[in-house]
């Protein structure tokens, strides 16, 4: 259900969300945050600190690897390996030298087994005790993701289709063992050596491309903007610690592009990017997130809900077809990196 921040931090722009429980109450405070910010707080997940600290010390050692190591596995048609600074262009209308950033992209997940069918660098295998990381949070980031899918099902009333029950209609679609665009990405963003304009911006504007988004960041690190659309201009985002000693702290999740299809635009893919706030020189800062993608196949036609239904939406289209959730990928991969992007 829906809190509210501690007295001493009534600037944060989003609200925060406890899914310790699955009821109405908590789906209904999870649809009003999802369509009118498009981005809120979950709590009451199951990470704890020590794990996403973990995680953290993870995808620092990676980035900390010679680049001649990293560049031999660089990012594939599949979304899958290392990104070099300058190579992804999230807003190419006012980037021309790509983003300064670096990124590792882990895809081909089987949700099952948490295990991914992609090559992974051999530095994942020289300790056992890092692949073992990777699946374990994979699988939860999974279930993190159906149980906030399930709640949104729950507000939404969607209704019973082929004698499956409304509120496993995303769950039909996230068929564990089957190809999807789901990637588990670790961030690093070198800290900027001046101070311009362009040089702060260190992830241009835009839309996730997925359903739902998980955002993991770290205490002192902040970074992220959200263009708001309550307020209608920039909102930086700060962390939010844990009222809770062993859990990790709030989780920042962000509806993308294919839920916002699904529900004919109810729910908002916001635009947001990362710009190095006022005295953060000198100061690295790295991230990790979960993108969410239901199977390939699936049809990114309005679910069946009457609130839905209401709003006449149609699904994004080409030729008269509505598109699947690999097509809307492959073209939002092409534009961010200059480049066909094949389907699988």
């Given at each position: 259900?829906?809190?509210?921040?501690?007295?001493?931090?009534?600037?944060?722009?989003?609200?925060?969300?406890?899914?310790?429980?699955?009821?109405?109450?908590?789906?209904?405070?999870?649809?009003?945050?999802?369509?009118?910010?498009?981005?809120?707080?979950?709590?009451?997940?199951?990470?704890?600190?020590?794990?996403?600290?973990?995680?953290?010390?993870?995808?620092?050692?990676?980035?900390?690897?010679?680049?001649?190591?990293?560049?031999?596995?660089?990012?594939?048609?599949?979304?899958?390996?290392?990104?070099?600074?300058?190579?992804?262009?999230?807003?190419?209308?006012?980037?021309?030298?790509?983003?300064?950033?670096?990124?590792?992209?882990?895809?081909?997940?089987?949700?099952?087994?948490?295990?991914?069918?992609?090559?992974?660098?051999?530095?994942?295998?020289?300790?056992?005790?890092?692949?073992?990381?990777?699946?374990?949070?994979?699988?939860?980031?999974?279930?993190?993701?159906?149980?906030?899918?399930?709640?949104?099902?729950?507000?939404?009333?969607?209704?019973?289709?082929?004698?499956?029950?409304?509120?496993?209609?995303?769950?039909s679609r996230y068929d564990a063992s089957q190809e999807s665009g789901s990637t588990l990405r670790f961030l690093h963003y070198?800290?900027?050596?001046?101070?311009?304009?362009?040089?702060?911006?260190?992830?241009?504007?835009?839309?996730?491309?997925?359903?739902?988004?998980?955002?993991?960041?770290?205490?002192?690190?902040?970074?992220?903007?959200?263009?708001?659309?309550?307020?209608?201009?920039?909102?930086?985002?700060?962390?939010?610690?844990?009222?809770?000693?062993?859990?990790?702290?709030?989780?920042?999740?962000?509806?993308?592009?294919?839920?916002?299809?699904?529900?004919?635009?109810?729910?908002?893919?916001?635009?947001?990017?990362?710009?190095?706030?006022?005295?953060?020189?000198?100061?690295?800062?790295?991230?990790?997130?979960?993108?969410?993608?239901?199977?390939?196949?699936?049809?990114?036609?309005?679910?069946?809900?009457?609130?839905?239904?209401?709003?006449?939406?149609?699904?994004?289209?080409?030729?008269?077809?509505?598109?699947?959730?690999?097509?809307?990928?492959?073209?939002?991969?092409?534009?961010?990196?200059?480049?066909?992007?094949?389907?699988?």
């Open positions: 259900m829906l809190t509210s921040p501690p007295t001493a931090m009534k600037n944060i722009p989003l609200d925060i969300v406890d899914i310790s429980e699955i009821n109405k109450p908590t789906a209904l405070a999870l649809l009003e945050a999802a369509k009118t910010q498009g981005f809120l707080f979950v709590k009451g997940h199951s990470f704890s600190k020590d794990e996403l600290d973990t995680t953290f010390k993870l995808a620092e050692s990676f980035f900390k690897l010679p680049y001649e190591y990293k560049s031999k596995h660089e990012i594939d048609e599949f979304n899958h390996g290392y990104t070099a600074s300058g190579m992804e262009t999230l807003d190419p209308g006012t980037s021309k030298k790509g983003d300064p950033k670096e990124a590792f992209n882990i895809g081909g997940f089987d949700f099952v087994s948490g295990e991914t069918k992609k090559h992974l660098p051999d530095w994942f295998d020289q300790d056992p005790s890092r692949r073992r990381h990777i699946s374990t949070l994979a699988k939860k980031m999974y279930a993190t993701t159906l149980r906030l899918l399930k709640l949104l099902a729950i507000a939404l009333e969607i209704e019973p289709e082929d004698s499956v029950d409304g509120s496993k209609w995303f769950e070198p800290s900027p050596n001046d101070d311009s304009p362009e040089v702060k911006i260190r992830a241009g504007a835009h839309t996730d491309y997925g359903s739902m988004t998980l955002l993991f960041q770290q205490e002192n690190q902040e970074g992220l903007e959200i263009y708001s659309p309550v307020t209608k201009k920039w909102e930086a985002v700060p962390y939010v610690g844990s009222d809770n000693e062993a859990e990790g702290a709030p989780i920042i999740v962000n509806i993308g592009d294919q839920l916002s299809f699904w529900t004919a635009g109810l729910l908002k893919s916001t635009i947001h990017r990362v710009k190095f706030p006022e005295g953060t020189r000198n100061k690295d800062r790295y991230s990790v997130v979960f993108f969410s993608h239901p199977n390939d196949a699936t049809e990114l036609c309005p679910v069946p809900s009457p609130i839905i239904r209401a709003r006449n939406g149609r699904g994004p289209q080409k030729a008269g077809k509505v598109l699947t959730a690999r097509e809307h990928l492959n073209h939002r991969l092409a534009v961010a990196y200059g480049k066909a992007v094949e389907s699988t």
